[in-house]
């Protein structure tokens, strides 16, 4: 049966759920870029990021049944969320001053080249996270992919610091 006899729904086509979300996700982000700025639209994306991060780590925590989470559990709670939505984050350090992340894949996957205000959805999920279980967290996205890099280098400041002074990123509070 050559393909015109078969029913639409049958035909190969390129369209599924999660490539039409990052697309639509992809669009949005870039129609807010051209029309307000990456400044203003990484800030609205960052508000919906700290939503999300807010209410995965309520569900971490209710998950490991603690009351908050420690440095190593933020460090492996950060990798996992990135993970379970196939992204492809690995810490790659981590002291009492720092956690530094590597990633090859990103969850949004070829829609955010081109796109970096999508990434402030990592910042604020991982600020948010680690500032709700650790008092402060400064995200420094050294790399992204969606500005051209073969992945992406993330520093999760732990505190503030000389180090975290001299870098440029967002600062995130305890109860903010």
């Known amino acids: 049966m050559t393909s015109a006899f078969l029913p639409l729904a049958e035909r190969p086509f390129p369209l599924e759920r999660d490539v039409f979300l990052r697309t639509m996700l992809r669009e949005l982000a870039g129609t ?12 609205f994306i960052s508000v ?8 995965l780590n309520q569900a971490y925590r209710n998950l490991l049944d603690v009351p908050a989470l420690d440095r190593a559990q933020v460090a492996d709670v ?18 009492d001053t720092k956690i530094v992340l590597a990633n090859t894949v990103c ?14 959805m990592t910042s604020n ?23 051209g890099h073969d992945g992406c280098r ?15 990123g967002r600062e995130y509070f305890q109860g903010s």
């Open 125 to 147: 999920v991982f600020g948010s996270i680690t500032a709700e279980n650790l008092g402060y967290a400064k995200v420094v996205l050294e790399e992204t992919i969606a500005e």
């Open 78 to 95: 950060l990798v996992d969320l990135k993970q379970r939505i196939q992204g492809g984050f690995r810490v790659v350090e981590q002291d």
């Open 32 to 43: 807010l870029q051209d029309v307000i700025g990456l400044d203003e639209a990484s800030g």
């Open 154 to 168: 993330v520093v999760v400041h732990l505190q503030p610091s000389a180090a975290s002074n001299a870098a440029t």
């Open 48 to 55: 919906v990021g700290q939503r999300i991060g807010d209410d």
């Open 107 to 120: 969850p949004f996957g070829e829609k955010v080249l081109g796109r970096p205000a999508l990434c402030m």
